[in-house]
């Protein structure tokens, strides 16, 4: 991965590059690429909102993403300070819980296109087997920031979830739930997805 | 907490209580009780199911139980193994991904009822400084199954999402993005969550 000794760029998000794999191996089953980029883009965004800022987190996608953000930050799903829109686009935004400012981070297909393998993986060029995981993380890790794109950005839309306040027992499944959903908690309101086995 | 030594009670998810308190403080922030028997929960659904099963998950509240999956089982959001449905019901299901036959687990308030403290925090009949947490914890390991029910389910709706097939450049701002959005990404589609700053 021709890795330099001991240079600065030997750390991500705090740590050795090589706990930065481990971490994402025992997380997400592998050192997938997009949580190893992820991880930059995470490095990115903390150092462009300044040390010492309590951040929440806004991931645009489902894939990889939340969990480079959820491993090298604070912010998880159930903590609540992840959230987390299924748009299908491969960008994060940390900000600042008391001012709302922050910044965005992309990954920028148009910069990726000097970066053949990140290009190829990123915009599905390839089949997944005519790219070795090897050689595309080196890659990656050459790369780092130069594929990322930035902005700072005020948050306009909080999208942060309600705290609970009072709770109801369902007349549909007698189950817990929060009456602010309305009569009947969202699961009997929206079907179930499984049937009961041998019932 | 009242544990008994180097009983089989003092495990939970294959590892000592210590290490599910210690886990659960360094990824989700302190040992939250949600999380907590939340790691109770996967315990029971993961011997449900049996060993040397490959199990998905599917977890209905956005809150603490996420993270319960996301640490003891092999599922997290970013891998895709587990889906989360903002139903605020405290449920979740752990399931075969072959033959879609899993269990589902969910804390039940009528079982909480013979345990005051579980049960107030569960249906949020005392404010917060009134249950001390080291209390709730006690009870919770305490507790533990007597206050879940669970039932062999066959999932009926597969929740899977789709893989990753073409990418495009969305018009509007120039990212990458699944087509299957229609002609622009979902971020254009749905209006932004920010705006720049200085801008």
């Known amino acids: 991965m021709n890795k330099k000794d001991s240079s600065v760029e030997d750390t991500l998000c705090g740590r050795p590059i090589e706990r930065v794999l481990e971490e994402t191996t025992n997380f997400h089953g592998f050192p997938a690429p997009g949580v190893v980029i992820g991880a930059v883009m995470v490095d990115l965004a903390r150092e462009q909102i300044g040390p010492g800022i309590e951040a929440d987190a ?14 090298f930050t604070a912010c998880t799903l159930g903590n609540g300070w992840m959230r987390v829109l299924d748009w299908d ?27 053949p393998a990140i290009h190829d993986w990123f915009l599905k060029r390839v089949p997944k087997d005519a790219l070795p995981l090897e050689t595309l993380l080196g890659k990656i890790l050459e790369a780092r920031r130069t594929v990322l794109s930035c902005r700072s950005v005020i948050i306009s839309d909080f999208l942060r979830r309600p705290k609970k306040e009072a709770v109801a027992i369902c007349p549909g499944c007698g189950e817990a739930f929060d009456p602010r959903a309305g009569d009947c908690c969202k699961g009997c309101l ?4 499984f049937k009961m086995d041998g019932a």
Chains 1, 2 share one sequence.
């Open 89 to 115: 686009r491969f960008a994060l935004t940390l900000y600042d819980r008391a001012t709302r400012r922050g910044c965005r981070v992309w990954l920028d297909a148009a910069k990726t296109a000097a970066h």
């Open 190 to 193: 929206h079907g179930k997805y």
């Open 58 to 71: 806004i991931v645009e996608t489902l894939r990889c993403l939340p969990d480079a953000v959820q491993l």
